[in-house]
């Protein structure tokens, strides 16, 4: 079985803080996502990165970066964190060519 | 307009009913459709693909109809564990790649 896992399930920082979530997956998939997920809004894209090195502007980008420098792993960046960055964070990872994801179990980040 | 739309519900049921919910999704050109299941503070797991002649796995029915653009889910003989929040994931056209977008979800409750 695939397994995603996030650094941290709840995590608490001050504004202007810069923050770092880390995602790891174990079955070799080339692509790999960040979502947040917010009440009433869904699950919306951040970044994807479809191999090492390379990423992809989701659908709401503004505030973030994101690292890929192995595989394995991909990283969001929070460069200075801001109050409307409070959410749930999920990272998934899928194989080439194959929509289904596979999803960690969240990071719940309080951004104060 | 939402490129999924879904009832946010919540639905709420007696043990044993059947249920059914609805999705719509905008883009024609959409070619992959899923059910993912979602338990209250989960990642989200796919429960099902939806494929043209409408698939079934035991008490849940999944169907497509291409012409309107939506998607259904029947669960039959609710369970008391099949409460979750059930969302209806599209694959994006644009931009390219195997990315999804999510609906905001359906919440299912089943009661005693």
């Known amino acids: 079985d695939v397994k995603v896992t996030q650094s941290s399930r709840y995590l608490v920082k001050r504004t202007g803080e810069k923050v770092f979530l880390e995602c790891v997956q174990d079955?070799?998939?080339?692509?790999m996502f960040w979502y947040r997920q917010d009440p009433g809004l869904g699950l919306r894209l951040i970044y994807f990165s479809y191999d090492v090195k390379m990423k992809e502007k989701g659908d709401i980008p503004e505030g973030y970066s994101v690292s890929r420098e192995k595989k394995e792993r991909f990283s969001l960046i929070l460069e200075s964190a801001s109050t409307n960055q409070t959410s749930m964070y999920l990272c998934?990872?899928?194989?080439?060519?194959?929509?289904?994801?596979?999803f960690g179990p969240g990071t719940r980040l309080t951004v104060l | 307009r939402k490129e999924v739309e879904q009832d946010p519900g919540p639905f709420n049921v007696p043990e044993g009913a059947t249920v059914a919910f609805n999705c719509t999704y905008s883009?024609?050109?959409?070619?992959?459709f899923f059910w993912y299941r979602q338990d209250c503070r989960k990642e989200p797991k796919l429960l099902m693909s939806v494929y043209s002649s409408g698939n079934e796995d035991g008490r849940f029915t999944a169907q497509l109809n291409r012409a309107s653009q939506y998607i259904s889910l029947l669960i039959r003989d609710s369970k008391l564990s099949d409460s979750a929040t059930y969302l209806c994931v599209v694959n994006k056209v644009t931009g390219g790649g195997n990315k999804l977008t999510f609906g905001t979800g359906t919440q299912l409750k089943v009661e005693l």
């Open positions: 998934a990872s899928s194989a080439p060519r194959v929509f289904r994801q596979f």
């Open positions: 883009n024609s050109a959409s070619q992959s």
């Open positions: 079955m070799d998939h080339e692509n």
